[in-house]
């Protein structure tokens, strides 16, 4: 069982990039999946999730408007699309999984099943 986050790079402010969440050893559809970022000596924060039950999503402030999250039950994969992008988006991008909460949460401790990151940095 196995979630690999990937799409991350390179990107100057306003450009755009989608992340991918990929799983392997278990379908996607039936779990909730939180995205989270990490910048460099700060903590790991949520940004996003999408419910396993309805689809539901949820997303904070500072990304609101310009994130997106969506789940491609054909391709077993959960994108993140991040348009308009700040120096401030700069960190380490992780997805993580859950089967046990058909409601998602940004709060890390929802989660059982996390990704390796990938670095997404904007920079002009």
């Known amino acids: 069982v196995q979630l690999q986050a990937s799409g991350g790079g390179l990107v100057q402010p306003g450009g755009s990039l989608r992340l991918s969440c990929a799983a392997s050893g278990f379908t996607l559809d039936s779990y909730s999946i939180g995205w989270f970022r990490q910048a460099s000596g700060s903590e790991r924060e949520g940004i996003t999730c999408?419910?396993?039950?309805?689809?539901?999503?949820y997303y904070v402030d500072s990304v609101m408007g310009r994130f997106t999250v969506s789940r491609d039950s054909t391709k077993n994969t959960i994108y993140l699309q991040m348009n308009n992008l700040k120096l401030e988006d700069t960190a380490v991008y992780y997805c993580?999984?859950?089967?046990?909460?058909?409601?998602?949460?940004?709060?890390?401790?929802?989660?059982?099943?996390w990704g390796q990151g990938t670095q997404v940095t904007v920079s002009s």
């Open positions: 993580a999984a859950t089967a046990k909460r058909p409601l998602c949460t940004i709060f890390s401790w929802g989660y059982d099943t």
């Open positions: 999408i419910s396993s039950s309805n689809d539901k999503t």
